[in-house]
């Protein structure tokens, strides 16, 4: 069993087991934030071409390097703010990204349903299936908050118990920076159209 | 062989296959009426700031893979990733790319094609158009659904020069095509097709094809202007100057150059089979 499915079924025991194993360096740093990039790069390939490609992937890759940094950036300033540290900047990192499970489980089943579709239903989602992609999103960031609350408690632990501050402190630079970049200057007069309109 | 080296060489496999796959559509050039007919997206979204998937270059390169022969990189309220596309393109002698805008104001969303600066969207429809045509450039009614339609008033439609009647939406609600239809009948506007590429699915799904004089911006904004375009849209219904769909109907190099709606062929569900099955092995084994 991987490492991440142990995340997804007992996350604070998986996290507990996970600390105790040695290793560290900037292999341990990369490897699964670059994973998450392959697998991001996997399914923007899945979704343009309907298969793996070389370019897609890569140029997937590129496109939301983004994300594995800002992840990486929120994270580094909670675990600067938080001394003691029971684990090595470079493991918490591997730690945090196989904390990103729920997301990926996601993507596997986001490309296993392009799989099945032709161009047309791939570039134009029916409506109801667009809603319920959209509600799956939510059901999986609930998820990850879980995941994510118990490794701030298991692997970054606070001497006042407070987990949940970091984790908001995470997702408040983590996210909505990412989400200023994605949806760049589009994002006011995107949100004020969707109000006004 | 342990689960995680399956998993490798199955995705190993399916990046190959997917990738001899990956092959670009033939178009030769196409000429009617004396024409030169090029296929064009007008309105396509990268990474960089526009909630695309794809970088400004992988736009051109998948294009070139879609047939088309020009595309207008239009960023969200942006420039920049429109000027990049248009470098590379020009670097690797690639399709004709127009730097673009989708303007978006709450109250609409145009297209600005073959312009060189970005447009304030803080402006009325009427006031974007006459900048854009200030810059040389052409501007098209994007997705023009009816909440769209009080913000292109008399005085944006006088001088709006097409609309969008094949798009994406067309095949997601039956009133769509309609909407475009009654929103086209306001004004005298040349017909667009476009794929609004964000990423998902099809570049070139809807297409616009341009009779112009030769492959170059200016040319093809000129037969913008002119109004020479002729577009297919749901259930294969030609719009567009009814002289060239006259044209177009009796020459079967346009219908078949209408990008297929296949899952593609057996590398294709090698690829998505083997990949699906690496990925998940390297994810729960």
């Known amino acids: 069993m991987s490492n991440e499915t142990r995340v997804l079924i007992d996350p604070a025991g998986a996290f507990r087991q996970l600390m105790r194993e040695p290793g560290d360096g900037w292999w341990i740093a990369a490897r699964r934030p670059l994973f998450l990039l392959f697998v991001i790069g996997c399914v923007v390939s899945f979704q343009t071409s309907g298969r793996l490609t070389a370019r897609l992937i890569v140029d997937g890759a590129v496109s939301f390097a983004f994300i594995p940094l800002f992840e990486l950036v929120s994270l580094a300033i909670v675990y600067r703010r938080r001394p003691p540290r029971p684990v090595s900047f470079a493991r918490a990192v591997d730690l945090f990204f196989a904390a990103n499970a729920p997301w990926l489980v996601w993507m596997l089943a986001f ?6 579709q032709t161009p047309r239903q791939a570039t134009a989602l029916p409506l109801p299936l667009w809603r319920t992609l959209e509600l799956s999103l939510l059901a999986v960031a609930a998820w990850s908050i879980y995941i994510d609350l118990h490794f701030f408690r298991e692997v970054l632990p606070r001497a006042d118990g407070r987990s949940a501050r ?3 402190l995470q997702r408040v630079v ?19 159209g969707r109000i006004f309109r | 062989m342990s689960p995680r080296l399956l998993s ?8 190959a296959a997917g990738t001899l796959a990956d092959r670009p559509r033939p178009h030769p050039p196409v000429t009617v009426g004396g024409h030169r007919v090029l296929a064009a997206d007008f309105h396509t979204h990268s990474s960089m700031w526009s909630d695309g ?3 400004p270059w992988g736009l051109v390169l998948e294009a070139e893979r879609q047939g088309l022969d020009a595309i207008a990189i239009t960023g969200h309220n942006e420039t920049l990733d429109g000027q990049l596309g248009h470098w590379f393109s020009k670097r690797i002698g690639g399709p004709t790319v127009l730097r673009g805008e989708e303007i978006l104001n709450p109250a609409y969303h145009m297209i600005a094609a073959g312009i060189t600066e970005t447009v304030s ?5 009427a006031r974007a158009i006459a900048e854009i045509h200030r810059q040389g450039g052409i501007a098209i009614a994007a997705h023009p659904e009816p909440g769209f339609w009080a913000g292109y008033d008399a005085a944006a439609m006088q001088t709006l020069d097409a609309a969008e009647i094949c798009h994406p939406m067309i095949y ?9 239809e009654r929103f086209a009948a306001r004004a005298p506007v040349a017909a667009i097709g476009s794929s609004d590429f964000h990423g998902l699915g099809q570049m070139g799904l809807c297409r616009t094809y341009v009779f112009a004089s030769d492959n170059s911006e200016q040319a093809i904004l000129d037969a913008v202007r002119a109004h020479r375009t002729v577009v297919f849209g749901r259930d294969g219904q030609a719009y567009g100057d009814a002289e060239l769909v006259k044209l177009a109907a009796g020459d079967r190099r346009l219908r078949s150059a209408e990008p297929s709606n296949s899952r ?3 590398l294709d569900w090698f690829s998505r089979i083997a990949g699906i099955a690496g990925l998940a092995g390297l994810l729960f084994a």
């Open chain 1, 111 to 116: 490309v296993a349903l392009r799989s099945v």
């Open chain 1, 166 to 168: 970091d984790l908001m």
């Open chain 1, 174 to 192: 983590g996210w909505s920076s990412a989400l200023l970049y994605f949806f760049g200057l589009a994002t006011w007069p995107e949100i004020a």
């Open chain 2, 8 to 15: 490798l060489a199955a995705l190993t496999l399916a990046i």
């Open chain 2, 53 to 55: 998937g794809l970088t």
């Open chain 2, 121 to 125: 969207f803080q402006q009325s429809a």
């Open chain 2, 172 to 180: 997601q609600r039956d009133a769509a095509q309609r909407d475009f």
């Open chain 2, 264 to 266: 593609g062929g057996w």
